[in-house]
């Protein structure tokens, strides 16, 4: 541990930390962690999440806390929003699969030769179920599974390279992108959640069909840059119910939870979703799971009328409305899953460099491997440099120099990381 714990320091778990409370010591060497100050005191969400990244529990000094500390936590919420916790906690019981991505650029940029080529074959299967819908056919559930079956084992390669495709969007398709990014992201999420390869493919096929359903909504309304009006939003949120009953008509058994999924991703906790309003333990959570993804995905998207917002803004976003959206605990997983510095971030390193985040394995998710863009005096790098942060933490100098000090906007900075990190591993085109 970082220091001696005082006997009036109290050990706190680090899921019922709260703004306000003072971290006089950690459960491990501080070292091990990105806080470079020994003690401070909780102020943001962004602290919370690196602590429940870093740490299984604190030392918490009543004293230097700016609220009450050792009395019984008040829930925030009614218990009912609370469920996801129980099912959480069931799932993780169990070892959690080994989701290592490659430290080695080499062998990360032919994973990605391999991701995108699966990726690739699953967005030319979505085009064509989407024009074949829009021409009167039915869905292709045969294909579906196949190329589901394919990410499934991508996945279970190397996860970070088929994250970090998610990255590369055309804002002209985004209802087929979108849908192949959510099936990804549930997958990753599902496995690291300790979901079996049966499971995460009835998750996945679900995920990558949950808005078949939008080809029956008028593309006035659905690419419509502004608020839609109250008759637009019921004409919207037909599709979870169309895409339903589409792919029920295309004569295949498929498993109940992947209908359900189609048919709830907009439920919600608070019982305020669509089609059916579900709430608290109605909801399965392969449900769940698909909706924090859509709602991840669909914010830090470029759209043809607005650009997304950065990943760790998206992040924000989804803990801010998870008590009665998904279940705060369930969208602190999905943020251990993806990283605190998700693949894809612009981060600024302690030595005044700036880089581009590629990939991350669960025991070094603060030392990822980075693409270094700019030198701390603001000049390009002429030549490509990816340096892994993890390796160079072996000495407390190395440490110390090298980690991540901040996230930053790419629009500030003038870069293009999807196109800049296309080119540099000669990816192909999503077109």
């Known amino acids: 541990m970082g220091g001696l714990n005082n006997k009036m320091h109290l050990k706190v778990d680090v899921m019922s930390l709260r703004k306000g409370m003072f971290v006089a010591d950690l459960d491990r060497d501080w ?28 030392y918490v000094d009543p004293a230097k806390s700016t609220i009450p500390v050792g009395l019984p936590a008040q829930p925030e919420r009614a218990p009912a929003v609370e469920t996801p916790r129980r099912v959480v906690r069931r799932i993780r019981r169990g070892p959690l699969p080994d989701l290592r991505g490659h430290s080695d650029p080499a062998a990360f940029r032919q994973e990605l030769g391999r991701a995108t080529q699966v990726q ?17 056919a039915s869905v292709n559930t045969e294909e579906a599974r196949a190329v589901v079956t394919a990410l499934v084992d991508t996945i279970s390669v190397n996860v970070n390279a088929s994250l970090w495709l998610t990255n590369l969007r055309n804002k002209d398709e985004y209802t087929s992108i979108h849908s192949m990014n959510v099936c990804i992201l549930a997958i990753a999420f599902g496995r690291h959640l300790g979901l079996g390869n049966e499971e995460l493919k009835t998750l ?80 399965p959570l392969p449900v769940l799971i698909t909706s924090v993804v859509d709602v991840y995905d669909a914010v830090t998207s470029d759209r043809c009328y607005h650009d997304g917002m950065p990943a760790h803004r998206g992040l924000q976003l989804l803990y801010d409305i998870a008590p009665d959206s998904f279940g705060r605990e369930l969208v602190e997983e999905f943020i251990r899953c993806v990283g605190i510095y998700p693949v ?11 880089g581009i985040v590629l990939s991350a394995d669960t025991r070094h998710r603060l030392k990822p491997l980075i693409r270094l863009l700019r030198a701390p005096d603001g000049t390009p790098y002429g030549e490509k440099q990816l340096i892994n942060l993890s390796d160079l933490a072996d000495t407390e100098a190395n440490w110390r120099q090298w980690g991540i000090k901040k996230v930053l906007e790419p629009a500030d900075y003038g870069i293009d990381i999807k196109g800049l990190v296309a080119e540099d591993f000669s990816l192909q085109s999503l077109n």
């Open 120 to 136: 690739i074959r699953t967005h030319a299967y979505l085009r064509r179920a989407f024009e074949d819908v829009r021409m009167g």
């Open 344 to 354: 894809g971030s612009l981060v600024e390193l302690t030595t005044g460099e700036i």
């Open 31 to 58: 070292r091990e962690t990105s806080f470079l100050l020994q003690g401070f005191l909780i102020q943001n969400t962004t602290q919370l999440a690196q602590l429940r990244e870093s740490c299984e529990y604190v």
């Open 204 to 283: 996945g096929l679900g995920a990558l069909l949950h808005d078949i359903g939008k080809i029956k909504t008028p593309l006035e309304v659905l690419n419509k840059p502004g608020k839609l009006t109250p008759e637009e939003f019921e004409i919207m949120k037909r599709h979870p119910v169309e895409g339903h009953d589409l792919v029920l008509s295309s004569g295949d058994r498929l498993p109940p939870m992947t209908l359900s999924i189609i048919r709830h991703h907009h439920e919600r906790l608070a019982g305020n979703g669509y089609p059916d309003r579900w709430s608290d333990e109605r909801i």
